[in-house]
RNA sequence: GCGCCCGUAGCUCAGCUGGAUAGAGCAACGGACUUCUAAUCCGUAGGUCGUAGGUUCGAAUCCUACCGGGCGUACCA
């Protein structure tokens, strides 16, 4: 089976070097002196949790809470934990190990902070935080999906931003990743927008208009909706039309055809702002008779049943859910028969693990269902399967609904972001050179569009007003970019380079810890964000990082810090902050600016 | 009706698989630029974590009921 002219793979995971984690290699160094005590005092293994962050009135990195031994161990957890403290003997990397209340606190040798985070930091560069590459699995991620007849909205930004920041962060925690789309070319929405064209638009084209091919289509397809409130036989005709495109009538085809590399040529435009990308792109026209062999299957196992106007149904009631059709009575396909037989060939077809769907939140049911139609056929994956699904976008003036135009446009939402970001530089105290401005102001604006969306968690729904929502100030895209900016400004002040030398012992202030200490968490951040699908974990934590670095910069200096020695340790620190926030920033998909 | 999601400061949200005194940003008010980028920083003020029970040594977090908001519940996609 093939899904027409597309050939489904070219997977591009090529072997990169390995980055250690020597990071996380702590908490798991904690977990052994933790266990190896507690058998040498109670004689009794014990599982230690992952050690966790204390709050922030501890003076410690490390914290594991004895609870959970003290029943096994018949003590009370304050005891415990006094026990083991004193117990410990610190290796060299570890300053203190101390009690409080049923809490272990682990403080680490301050120089070892700096030396480990930091030296990772400088020599990952980037790529500080990644995993080991091509140790997880391969994970297919579908995202974006639009329909060919409109062109992207806020709605589109959202599955957009969120996809790609997902498979980035996959990739990072070691995954190998497939980034697909399916695009929705064909169907009634597809021939309103035809005929609409056919009839008003006077062979016009985006060329003669000069506007963007999804644009102008667009228009046809508000065009329709507009003229079918008065005429009830444009309806009719766009039927008409799908009929004709069903039987492969070449005059509608050929319609078809120019309309859709219209809609698609604007589409790539704006994908490459958003810098969204696709390894295998497959098309509905291609994939909508997919499914029915599977449907057969099913029906022949019995899993499946026909009534008695030939229809086909599973019954889902033991799970939960309902009667689901999966074949009209004509015979013809649904939505959900596509995607039955769309996954069964991509798990044929490419060697993947797993397969990750991003579609909002009103689809949940539809995934529900389709996933336990997988598991009553008993497919070995179908407990790989998952729904990423995000909150719904809300206007002020409610849901957004193409039909009524109402929407935020993709393109003119960036244009003004972008534009507004170059006010703010215009205005700036202090006038930056810088011979790219319009592309850092398209990355400012597009990194507060992002960071905007990905701070908050996915499935919650989003009240987006234009006026409020975006800004350049607080917890925004453009606060960790200034930071990153900064510090590479700096850095472009100075001969030195890593290889030059810097001792971490020369670092003794208090905000070079707390700083140094939110890097430490960061390959741990990264990991989760990447386990729980949510890239808002990561957007929250590059702020804090990006926060406490610029407590520590209005409060020290570094370019003339002293002496000599200090300000080789502090741009060590500076060029370690740097390459964290880049290497965060650029998982979320927003670009970190050398200046602006 | 049934199912799922959400409810934390005036507003917008964090709060990691239950853990130490619930945290930010915005808005308000008061401060800091002849100093490495002030798109920054500091300070003040602001909360019976929707309500009521329950589980637990311990609950914003888990369970139950209810209240409020959203989304589903198509031979649509």
Same mark, same amino acid.
């Given at each position: 089976?093939?899904?027409?002219?597309?050939?489904?793979?070219?997977?591009?995971?090529?072997?990169?070097?390995?980055?250690?984690?020597?990071?996380?290699?702590?908490?798991?160094?904690?977990?052994?002196?933790?266990?190896?005590?507690?058998?040498?005092?109670?004689?009794?293994?014990?599982?230690?949790?992952?050690?966790?962050?204390?709050?922030?009135?501890?003076?410690?990195?490390?914290?594991?809470?004895?609870?959970?031994?003290?029943?096994?161990?018949?003590?009370?957890?304050?005891?415990?934990?006094?026990?083991?403290?004193?117990?410990i003997?610190?290796?060299?990397?570890?300053?203190?190990?101390?009690?409080?209340?049923?809490?272990l606190?682990?403080?680490?040798?301050?120089?070892f902070?700096?030396?480990?985070?930091?030296?990772?930091?400088?020599?990952?560069?980037?790529?500080?935080?990644?995993?080991?590459?091509?140790?997880?699995?391969?994970?297919?991620?579908?995202?974006?999906?639009?329909?060919?007849?409109?062109?992207?909205?806020?709605?589109?930004?959202?599955?957009?931003?969120?996809?790609?920041?997902v498979?980035?962060?996959?990739?990072?925690?070691?995954?190998?990743?497939?980034?697909?789309?399916?695009?929705?070319?064909?169907?009634?929405?597809?021939?309103?927008?035809? @005929? &609409?064209y056919? !009839? *008003?638009?006077?062979?016009?084209?985006?060329?003669?208009?000069? $506007?963007k #091919?999804?644009?102008?289509?667009?228009?046809?397809?508000?065009?329709?909706?507009?003229?079918?409130?008065?005429?009830?036989l444009?309806?009719?005709?766009?039927?008409?039309?799908?009929?004709?495109?069903?039987?492969?009538?070449?005059?509608?085809?050929?319609?078809?055809?120019?309309?859709?590399?219209?809609?698609?040529?604007?589409?790539?435009?704006?994908?490459?702002?958003?810098?969204?990308?696709?390894?295998?792109?497959?098309?509905?026209?291609?994939?909508?008779?997919?499914?029915?062999?599977?449907?057969?299957?099913?029906?022949?196992?019995?899993?499946?049943?026909?009534?008695?106007?030939?229809?086909?149904?599973?019954?889902?009631?033991?799970?939960?859910?309902?009667?689901?059709?999966?074949?009209?009575?004509?015979?013809?396909?649904?939505?959900i028969?596509?995607?039955?037989? @769309? &996954?069964?060939e !991509? *798990?044929?077809?490419?060697?993947?693990?797993?397969v990750?769907? $991003?579609? #909002?939140?009103?689809?949940?049911?539809?995934?529900?269902?389709?996933?336990?139609?997988?598991?009553?056929?008993?497919?070995?994956?179908?407990?790989?399967?998952?729904?990423?699904?995000?909150?719904?976008?809300?206007?002020?003036?409610?849901?957004?609904?193409?039909?009524?135009?109402?929407?935020?446009?993709?393109?003119?939402?960036?244009?003004?972001?972008q534009?507004?970001?170059?006010?703010?530089?215009?205005?700036?105290?202090?006038?930056?050179e810088?011979?790219?401005?319009?592309?850092?102001?398209?990355?400012?604006?597009?990194?507060?569009?992002?960071?905007?969306?990905?701070?908050?968690?996915?499935?919650?729904?989003?009240?987006?007003d234009?006026?409020?929502?975006?800004?350049?100030?607080?917890?925004?895209?453009?606060?960790?970019?200034?930071?990153h900016?900064?510090?590479?400004?700096?850095?472009?002040?100075?001969?030195?380079?890593?290889?030059?030398?810097?001792?971490?012992?020369?670092?003794?202030?208090?905000?070079?810890?707390?700083?140094?200490?939110?890097?430490?968490?960061?390959?741990?951040?990264?990991?989760?964000?990447?386990?729980?699908?949510?890239?808002?974990?990561?957007?929250?934590?590059?702020?804090?990082?990006?926060?406490?670095?610029?407590?520590?910069?209005?409060?020290?200096?570094?370019?003339?810090?002293?002496?000599?020695?200090?300000?080789?340790?502090?741009?060590?620190?500076?060029?370690?902050?740097?390459?964290?926030?880049?290497?965060?920033?650029?998982?979320?998909?927003?670009?970190?600016?050398?200046?602006?």
């Amino acid at each position: 089976m093939t899904s027409g002219k597309e050939q489904l793979v070219l997977r591009n995971c090529s072997r990169e070097r390995n980055i250690s984690m020597r990071t996380i290699d702590i908490s798991e160094a904690i977990k052994v002196l933790i266990s190896e005590t507690v058998k040498e005092i109670f004689r009794t293994a014990v599982d230690v949790p992952d050690p966790e962050s204390p709050p922030e009135m501890i003076d410690a990195e490390y914290a594991v809470g004895c609870f959970p031994f003290s029943r096994i161990l018949r003590d009370a957890p304050n005891r415990i934990a006094e026990q083991v403290a004193s117990k410990i003997i610190p290796p060299g990397w570890l300053k203190t190990v101390t009690a409080y209340g049923p809490y272990l606190n682990f403080k680490l040798d301050e120089s070892f902070i700096f030396k480990t985070v930091l030296g990772e930091a400088i020599e990952q560069g980037d790529r500080f935080g990644y995993a080991a590459h091509g140790s997880g699995q391969t994970i297919l991620v579908e995202y974006s999906s639009p329909n060919t007849n409109k062109p992207l909205h806020l709605g589109h930004v959202r599955n957009n931003v969120l996809g790609m920041a997902v498979i980035n962060l996959l990739r990072a925690a070691g995954h190998c990743v497939i980034p697909a789309s399916i695009m929705n070319d064909r169907g009634i929405h597809i021939c309103k927008a035809m @005929v &609409a064209y056919r !009839r *008003f638009g006077d062979d016009r084209t985006p060329e003669s208009m000069g $506007i963007k #091919g999804d644009h102008f289509v667009g228009e046809m397809y508000v065009t329709f909706d507009r003229a079918a409130k008065n005429d009830s036989l444009l309806l009719d005709e766009a039927r008409m039309m799908l009929r004709l495109w069903e039987e492969g009538d070449d005059p509608t085809i050929e319609l078809w055809r120019t309309m859709n590399k219209w809609v698609i040529d604007g589409f790539e435009k704006t994908y490459r702002r958003l810098g969204s990308v696709f390894e295998l792109v497959q098309h509905e026209s291609q994939t909508y008779l997919l499914g029915k062999d599977v449907v057969q299957d099913g029906l022949e196992k019995g899993l499946f049943f026909r009534k008695d106007d030939n229809s086909v149904w599973v019954d889902l009631s033991t799970e939960g859910l309902d009667e689901k059709a999966l074949l009209r009575s004509d015979g013809t396909s649904l939505y959900i028969t596509q995607d039955l037989g @769309v &996954a069964v060939e !991509r *798990f044929r077809n490419l060697k993947i693990d797993r397969v990750v769907y $991003i579609v #909002g939140s009103e689809q949940i049911y539809h995934f529900n269902v389709l996933f336990a139609i997988f598991r009553k056929l008993g497919y070995a994956w179908a407990n790989q399967c998952a729904h990423l699904s995000y909150g719904m976008v809300y206007l002020p003036e409610g849901k957004m609904k193409s039909r009524e135009g109402n929407v935020v446009d993709a393109d003119d939402l960036i244009d003004e972001m972008q534009s507004l970001s170059l006010a703010v530089m215009e205005e700036s105290h202090m006038q930056i050179e810088l011979d790219n401005r319009a592309a850092v102001a398209e990355s400012i604006g597009l990194g507060a569009i992002k960071y905007y969306i990905l701070k908050f968690n996915p499935q919650k729904d989003i009240h987006f007003d234009p006026r409020n929502s975006l800004s350049f100030e607080g917890a925004t895209g453009a606060y960790i970019q200034y930071c990153h900016a900064r510090i590479r400004s700096v850095l472009r002040k100075t001969e030195w380079t890593p290889d030059k030398g810097w001792n971490p012992s020369d670092l003794i202030q208090q905000e070079e810890l707390d700083t140094v200490r939110l890097m430490l968490l960061l390959p741990s951040v990264i990991r989760q964000s990447a386990r729980d699908l949510n890239p808002a974990r990561l957007a929250n934590h590059l702020w804090d990082l990006a926060k406490s670095f610029n407590v520590f910069y209005t409060k020290h200096r570094i370019l003339d810090a002293g002496s000599d020695a200090l300000t080789r340790a502090r741009l060590g620190l500076a060029l370690g902050v740097a390459n964290a926030l880049k290497s965060g920033l650029e998982l979320l998909g927003i670009d970190a600016v050398e200046a602006m």
